[in-house]
């Protein structure tokens, strides 16, 4: 009998593990696609998608679920944005909670929880970011996605040197092309990022939303964290809002700045009836002087680094050995919306909003936000 050759035999082993491995990354990456399930609470009458105000988003990966709770007594309206920056998880567990848990007795509340869908499906280059974390609910855990700051270069490529605005001309680094919160009012003939704000701001034309709220997170050493931005439409709204949470925390109130261009609390506001805020939590898993980066991290928001850099004074919000968890980031972003849709019938024309029975803020803390969301099936 013929022997088979060393080499040969060798070579093929080599072909069928590289076979192995395209089959599993394959695989992974088909799984990072995936949405995770969200489940509509009691409140929610319709969900719609994105594409229904840009069609042009149809059947890619940047058309999203848009939630719909329709109180049915009339009053003003409220869109929230969730997952901007999917890197950012506070914003986006807080837009599901509300999906899950609220009840508006007065106006409508929309939630888009994942605003730019395509940056879920990866996450930042070398950061060494989880790609999941999971949340405690009454009855087990739910795994949420830890994405990316921009859009999926899969769904959108190459990046140009430079970024030029659409509608200002501003330039910024090439790498902003793929960022969503530069992107607005957007571009229904543009790139898939702008193709999303577009279908965003007309959302907010054609349903005529009164609030618009952008839920982000920011590093502890960041200056603007623990903050709401507004524009200078929403400016008395967030001052009512800044006073009504005082009794629970500390916010900072800073008006949009008129020359920086693309993000929601600029643009919304100047091409849009809406009055545009843009709310900043401080976690600890996106700055850059924590220690190792995993999904404990990104919950917990306990990091050894962080407490010693606060005892330097580098670090912008007050930082203990408790660390600041996604349960007091999320109460600062579920508080401060319940807020703003109160105080709007004083700062608006007078239509109410009402978000029903929400749970305070020491009870979210409490509880943690895992017992507002539905238990995993
Ligand atoms: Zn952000």
Not at 278 to 304: C, F, Y
Request: glycine share 10%; hydrophobic share 40%; charged share 20%.
């Amino acid at each position: 009998m013929r022997r088979i050759p060393v080499h040969v035999i060798s070579a093929s082993i080599l072909s069928l593990l590289a076979v192995c491995a395209v089959i599993g990354l394959a695989f992974v990456f088909g799984e990072a696609r995936k949405a995770e399930p969200v489940y509509p609470g009691p409140g929610v009458t319709a969900v719609r998608r994105l594409s229904e105000w840009c069609p042009a988003l149809s059947g890619t990966a940047g058309d999203t679920d848009v939630y719909v709770l329709d109180s049915g007594v009339p009053g003003a309206s409220m869109l929230v944005l969730g997952g901007t920056h999917p890197n950012e998880p506070a914003g986006y567990l807080s837009a599901i909670m509300l999906i899950e848990y609220c009840r508006p007795r007065c106006g409508i509340l929309y939630v888009i929880p994942r605003a730019n869908n395509s940056a879920f499906s990866c996450t930042d280059p070398l950061e060494a970011a989880p790609m999941t974390f999971e949340i405690e609910t009454q009855n087990g855990k739910r795994v949420f996605r830890f994405g990316s700051r921009a859009t999926n270069p899969v769904d959108q490529w190459p990046d140009s040197e430079e970024y030029v605005h659409a509608s200002s001309g501003q330039i910024l680094s090439g790498s902003e092309t793929r960022n969503l919160n530069r992107a607005y009012p957007g571009r229904e003939d543009g790139t898939l990022t702008e193709k999303v704000a577009f279908g965003i701001t007309q959302l907010i034309r054609s349903e005529g939303i009164d609030i618009t709220a952008d839920l982000h997170e920011a590093s502890p050493e960041y200056t603007t964290v623990n903050a709401v931005v507004a524009h200078e439409d929403a400016f008395g709204l967030a001052l009512l809002m800044m006073w009504d949470v005082e009794e629970n925390f500390r916010i900072s109130l800073e008006e949009s700045p008129k020359n920086l261009h693309g993000l929601t609390h600029r643009e919304l506001g100047d091409y849009t009836d809406t009055m545009a805020v843009l709310m900043e939590t401080a976690n600890p898993s996106q700055g850059r002087l924590h220690g190792k980066i995993d999904g404990d991290l990104v919950v917990s928001g306990r990091d050894e680094y962080y407490v010693r850099a606060s005892s330097y004074g580098a670090v912008t919000v007050p930082y203990g050995e408790e660390g600041i968890s996604i349960s007091e980031r999320c109460a600062r972003h579920i508080t401060a919306l319940a807020s703003m849709a109160g105080m709007y019938a004083f700062a608006g024309p007078g239509e109410e909003l009402d978000l029903g029975d929400m749970p305070a803020y020491g009870e979210i803390i409490a509880n943690g936000i895992g017992y507002y969301l539905h238990d995993p099936v």
